[in-house]
């Protein structure tokens, strides 16, 4: 890469007053591609991020982070140590594991009692107050170098990070004093290289792509780590470095001198098969030029579309206030199109076009249609380019008709999420006595219990019902419809799809005298997709949604499916949920949909 | 033990039994001596900043864009927020070229010659040559500071962004008088972006030789515009940390990565006689977190006290991975604030959830293009002391 185009991407992530400063320009380095390339959610998943939070500690040098990445239910923290050899920039790598995960049996007995503590996760958001925490949870470093010769990215750690305890450690326990380890017994034996890859990973992604430049030169060293105590378990340790603007010669800084097998790649060379799926390799990730071309990342550019139903008065404006707030605060843009004229009060002048527009608040439009769904939309896309479309129905709507209404519409957007809420004091009530408060419920896959400190003690009578009516559903209480979208939708928009709790539904319907009925598939094993299909399309528009993690015969690994009237997506599934089910919601499923022909 | 006793099923509430045998020594885990932390437990720093007896913000302008859509559809058309703002194409450094084609040498060449005496023409040929001049506002205030003597001195932060605007606004406040009769000493600039910038010319065309300080992290078009734009006074790139300036006043530059390809920003602290401290900032990108834990390990302040906060709040520039604690009433309870005066980038609907909170929010009038009586609007002023 000629060098003016090396210092026009340098320059966009750091002014020359810190480039220029050889000490800082490193540590700053990683911190600017942390936070830039995490700015756009889209992009900040496709990379493997999910989500970031700095440690705040003023009297630390700023770099101090936790981040979460996708598949990995812990958290890591990234923290600037004193600079290594050559003055290059040192970050120190931990992984705080989610006391739920089976790596906590894998490090060591004081780890495994501060991650099982109740304030755990409190303290690893502030953990640069925490010190001991980063030695405990330790995995590696990552060192940054930039020179004349390079920007450099490393990550060292130990295959086995693990060590025996000599007279053995007892631990106090609430039912009495165990022997945690026997003497001579291994207290941790974790394997640091791995963990510790998973975050390097979207860290060179991020590097390819705010630098706009895949690697010149990537290679990878071993050695026998050193045995600095005699207590050290025997292993191997890496460091695994990747070159940037260079011709392909290597740091020469903090390499391991005494590493004993290596392999190298350089430009020139096929990328080995080993590191082939790596993601930091393609220059074309971000598109072309400066801007960030979307679908060469392959990053859908359709907004997601959420339907949002619930009875008149359950909160549908206060929750999309907070919504629209939250979106905005990380500059996203929400359209809410509203499907019927009038709830809003809108200017009657303005309804002779397709549907009209107002200014809600602040970053968002509101539309009321008076006509054609598809022309309005499609018009409002145009014009708006909205990261979100709400479209809010009136009470009475049953989500079911509009679900069949934008049946043809996905090519303008994704659908996300059925959001329903239903209002703790008249919510019974209505359930009880409208099939169409039925349907939204059953339909939805977010239910917001709404106005919970009005509630009181019918709370967990009316979450029974809602739950008996769509098992499948995420309910969540609020008060005022204040609950932040990431704690909805999760982070980046990707929930993961979780298996409806009533495991006793089998396959039998669970409402075969109502009108719409949720059914469980579970799955032994892998399935004939084009069967399911099929079965799908059989049942016409009688099959409303279909949402689950399956195995396909022709696909290899779990996938996420999901059907919306006229939609199939199939995506990879890398969370570690082993479940494998569909879940199948539609009108009389006895006559229209042959659940063993999938099975 | 049993191995397949799983560890999780004892360890929780368990400590490690003390005296028997554990591990030796705790310093086992850290097994490479070489390493060293630069968690250092340093006491806070209490520098002391002298102390003022009162401040007065008056918002001169907190409307940056007048509609968000507009502002949103152009920057991600013109490739999204990592985006150099130079090459927009929005005012005054429009060339003609459309969304995403300018660059500041070709838009300064065709305003330079009307810089800083004949705004009204500068904006009338940006205006040909932008893309949507009119959606243009500008983030700026003035800050009357009252010495413990009783003497007043004046400051300004920030000089907004569309000339036309500015304009209107400085005339409404008086601050161009102010700025002719040479009473405003100088010029804060919270960071290099469009909003709080560049309008720069405003300050300038009534009074070229105004002194002001920048955040270091100015790329080079930005210390361009200032010699461009006929400034003859002094310009000082402050350095990230703290910098005192009068007594009970100071500033402190955040070196912080921002979209729009912008680094670095700096905001205003005073430290108010008897009541405690005052946080003034342009947009707070730095997030109110660091702002807040910086003051408090940085400087000493009267009884220890965040008394009051005035400017935009941001909460922080990326998505936390636990979206509980993505909320700005919840980051701003801790600190005990006891003025609250926001607007521009805290979001209408936050400030009214802080006024639900029962937080001491200062309303505004909703004046002169500003939103919302939740905001500290636009010619609205604020008392601190």
């Known amino acids: 890469m000629p060098d003016t185009c090396k210092h026009f991407f340098l320059d966009s992530l750091l002014p020359p007053s810190v480039a220029e400063n050889p000490e800082d320009a490193a540590y700053e380095l990683v911190r600017a591609v942390l936070i830039r390339s995490t700015y756009i959610p889209g992009v900040r998943h496709r990379l493997g991020w999910c989500g970031i939070h700095e440690a705040v500690a003023p009297e630390n040098r700023p770099g101090s982070l936790t981040a979460r990445v996708n598949d990995w239910p812990g958290v890591f923290a990234l923290h600037p140590e004193a600079p290594g050899p050559g003055q290059v920039s040192r970050f120190g790598l931990s992984y705080f594991p989610a006391p739920d995960e089976d790596l906590v049996e894998r490090f060591s007995i004081e780890a495994g009692i501060r991650a099982l503590a109740p304030d755990f996760m409190e303290q690893v958001r502030g953990f640069s107050r925490h010190p001991e925490l980063t030695t405990l949870f330790h995995i590696g470093i990552v060192d940054c170098l930039k020179a004349d010769h390079g920007i450099f990215i490393s990550f060292q750690a130990r295959e086995r990070l693990g060590w025996t305890a000599r007279d053995g450690i007892e631990v106090e326990t609430p039912e009495g004093r165990v022997q945690a380890v026997s003497p001579g017994g291994t207290d941790q034996d974790l394997p640091a290289l791995d963990i510790g890859l998973a975050f390097f990973r979207p860290l060179a992604a991020a590097f390819t792509y705010t630098l706009k430049t895949g690697p010149d030169i990537f290679y990878t060293q071993k050695r026998n780590a050193p045995k600095s105590e005699s207590f050290l378990l025997e292993t191997r340790e890496q460091r695994w470095t990747l070159g940037y603007f260079n011709t392909g010669t290597r740091a020469g800084i903090a390499d391991f001198d005494d590493a004993d097998a290596e392999e190298v790649w350089t430009s020139e060379m096929p990328v080995p098969k080993f590191c082939k799926e790596e993601p930091w390799w393609d220059p074309d990730l971000a598109g072309a030029g400066h801007s960030v071309d979307k679908k060469a990342m392959g990053i859908s550019d359709k907004p997601r579309f959420i339907l949002l139903t619930g009875f008149l008065g359950s909160g549908k404006t206060s929750f999309l206030d907070r919504f629209i707030q939250a979106q905005t605060a990380s500059n996203h843009f929400v359209a809410v199109v509203q499907n019927e004229v009038g709830e809003k009060g809108l200017d009657a002048a303005l309804l002779d076009e397709t549907y009209a527009v107002t200014q809600m608040d602040e970053g968002c439009v509101c539309c009321s249609l008076a006509g054609n769904l598809r022309a309005a939309l499609s018009d409002i896309l145009d014009r708006f380019q909205p990261d979100f479309i709400v479209l809010e129905t009136t009470g009475l709507a049953n989500p079911a008709n509009i679900l069949r209404e934008v049946d043809d519409l996905d090519d303008l957007f994704e659908l996300a999420s059925i959001t329903s809420i239903v209002d703790c004091l008249e919510g019974s009530r209505t359930l009880d006595r409208f099939e169409v408060a039925r349907d939204q419920v059953r339909l939805a896959d977010v239910v917001l219990l709404n106005k919970c400190d009005l509630c009181g003690s019918g709370q967990d009578a009316l979450e029974e019902k809602i739950r008996r009516l769509n098992p499948g559903a995420a309910v969540h209480p609020t008060c005022h419809g204040d609950i932040h979208p990431g704690l909805l939708y999760g982070v980046n928009f990707r929930n993961s799809v979780q298996r409806p709790l009533f495991s006793a539904m089998g396959a039998h319907a669970t409402h075969a005298d109502d009108r719409i009925e949720t059914r469980l598939l579970d799955l032994s094993g892998p399935i004939n997709e084009a069967n399911l299909k099929e079965a799908i399309r059989a049942g016409g528009e009688h099959i409303l949604r279909v949402k689950g993690i399956a195995e396909f015969t022709d696909r290899s690994g779990p996938m996420v499916f999901q059907y919306a009237p006229g939609t199939f997506r199939i995506s990879a599934f890398s969370g570690d949920n082993r479940d494998r089910f569909l879940v199948v919601i539609g009108q009389d499923l006895d006559t229209y949909f042959d659940g063993r022909s999938v099975l | ?385």
């Open chain 2, 1 to 385: 033990m049993s191995e397949n006793i799983k560890r999780r099923d004892f360890l929780k509430g368990a400590v490690t039994g003390a005296g028997v045998g554990v591990l030796g020594a705790m310093g086992l885990y850290s097994y490479s001596g070489a390493r060293k932390s630069l968690f250092t437990k340093t006491d806070r720093k209490m520098t002391d900043i002298g102390t003022c007896r009162k401040v007065k913000v008056t918002n001169i302008s907190e409307t940056s864009w007048f509609n968000n859509q507009t502002l949103v559809g152009d920057i991600k058309g013109a490739g999204g927020l990592l985006v150099d703002q130079y090459s927009y194409n929005w005012p005054p450094f429009g060339n003609g070229k459309g969304l995403g084609k300018g660059s500041y040498e070709a838009g300064m060449a065709m305003i330079k010659e009307y810089l800083p005496h004949d705004l009204d023409k500068a904006w009338e040929i940006a205006e040909a040559n932008s893309v949507n001049p009119e959606n243009a506002g500008g983030y700026a205030a003035l800050l009357e500071v009252e010495e413990l003597s009783g003497n007043t001195r004046k400051f300004l932060l920030d000089s907004g962004w569309s000339y036309k605007w500015m304009d209107e606004c400085f005339k409404r406040e008086g601050i161009d008088k102010m700025l002719e009769n040479r009473e405003i000493e100088a010029l804060f600039i919270s960071h290099e972006h469009f909003d709080h910038y560049w309008g720069l010319p405003v300050t300038l065309k009534y009074d070229p030789t105004i002194t002001i300080y920048i955040p270091e992290g100015f790329y080079p078009e930005g210390k361009q515009y200032i010699k461009d734009a006929g400034h003859t006074g002094k310009l000082v790139a402050v350095k990230s940390g703290l910098c005192k300036h009068i007594p009970g006043m100071a500033s402190y530059v955040f070196p912080i990565p921002i979209i729009c390809r912008v680094y670095g920003e700096q905001s205003l602290y005073f430290n108010i006689k008897d009541k405690g401290l005052v946080s003034v900032t342009g947009c707070c990108h730095q997030g109110i977190i660091r702002f807040a834990e910086t003051a408090y390990n940085e400087l000493k302040y009267e009884k220890d006290q965040c008394h009051g906060i005035y400017g935009g709040l941001h909460i922080s520039p990326f998505d936390d991975w636990d979206p509980k604690y993505d909320d700005l009433v919840i980051s701003l309870e801790r600190y005990g604030f006891e003025r609250i005066g926001c607007n521009h980038c805290t979001g209408v609907l936050c400030a009214k959830k802080f006024i639900t909170a029962g937080y001491p929010v200062v309303e505004g009038t909703a004046r002169f293009r500003s939103k919302d009586k939740a905001y500290l609007g636009n010619g609205d002023t604020i008392t601190f002391g």
